[in-house]
DNA sequence: ATATCTGCAAATAATTTGCAGCACA
DNA sequence: TGTGCTGCAAATTATTTGCAGATAT
């Protein structure tokens, strides 16, 4: 809110510790998880700390982030090539999927409507090959 | 949690006038929005009618769910032709687009991954038209 | 020297849940 | 007639924020 955007940028332990946390990681991380990880390195980080890094770090465009079915946010390192994520209903698994589709949306979204992409984020929620069959109304997968 | 899958559903009052509500509506409503018109239908509806209503809708596959960048979830009826959102990180606009990368996309995705594709969110981060060249680190675009 | 960042504790706010009564089938 | 649904109030939990002290530049 009345946060000013400060004019320069400090790169400090805390900083390094979690860019490099969710650089070296395959894939996504949650807050809590990044924070534990980050405790290991320096325990008197704060959880606060590692929500403000990561949105700061959104601000620069290193990661992105995610909220998949779950009520809390996942965040990653930028990749190279854009990937979607595949979400699977009933075992809650998530994998990745490349495609040249997506470059292809993402050019014509630029011609079209001159709308300057920044990021995207495509999930595809559904029963993955282990999962089909058992798919209606599992509504309760935990436990 | 706890909450065992019943094996007959209702169709009440609330429920028809929120899926009422929820179908009418071109585009998409939050939680608090879809209560205010609900309430002017059905004065004692609560809103944990609207959510649990919500999840149940989702459940059956009638509406889908979105976060765009703000903290809480909007809801839409699910449509006939699958859209991505396109969202301005500046003035907070979203609007919709249509493409067939997207089709293509999900049948990519059940032929070679053999994942059941349930639904489809899209959504693509960036600067519209009017807000370009405005881009950097405008962090606090509220009021 | 000073603007920026951090840790801590407290606040915020969306969503969920327990429970007792109501109502659809 | 009983399972499923609702309203209400209270709980939960992710995320944000205020502030005073520390730190990078």
Same mark, same amino acid.
């Given at each position: 809110m009345g946060m000013a955007t400060p004019r320069n940028y400090r790169l400090t332990s805390q900083r390094q510790t979690l860019l490099g946390l969710i650089r070296q990681q395959e894939g996504h991380l949650d807050a809590i998880e990044l924070y534990r990880r980050a405790q290991e390195l320096q325990p008197r980080i704060s959880l606060s700390t590692v929500y403000r890094a990561m949105h700061f770090f959104k601000q620069l465009g290193l990661i992105e982030e995610h909220r998949f079915e779950q009520d809390h946010l996942h965040y990653e390192a930028k990749p190279k090539v854009e990937h979607c994520h595949l979400i699977c209903l009933r075992c809650g698994r998530i994998s990745e999927f490349q495609s040249p589709q997506t470059d292809k949306l993402k050019k014509e979204v630029e011609h079209e409507k001159n709308f300057k992409v920044a990021s995207i984020q495509i999930h595809l929620q559904g029963y993955c090959d282990q999962c089909q069959g058992k798919? =209606? =109304?599992?509504v309760d997968n935990r436990e």
């Amino acid at each position: 809110m009345g946060m000013a955007t400060p004019r320069n940028y400090r790169l400090t332990s805390q900083r390094q510790t979690l860019l490099g946390l969710i650089r070296q990681q395959e894939g996504h991380l949650d807050a809590i998880e990044l924070y534990r990880r980050a405790q290991e390195l320096q325990p008197r980080i704060s959880l606060s700390t590692v929500y403000r890094a990561m949105h700061f770090f959104k601000q620069l465009g290193l990661i992105e982030e995610h909220r998949f079915e779950q009520d809390h946010l996942h965040y990653e390192a930028k990749p190279k090539v854009e990937h979607c994520h595949l979400i699977c209903l009933r075992c809650g698994r998530i994998s990745e999927f490349q495609s040249p589709q997506t470059d292809k949306l993402k050019k014509e979204v630029e011609h079209e409507k001159n709308f300057k992409v920044a990021s995207i984020q495509i999930h595809l929620q559904g029963y993955c090959d282990q999962c089909q069959g058992k798919q =209606f =109304f599992e509504v309760d997968n935990r436990e």
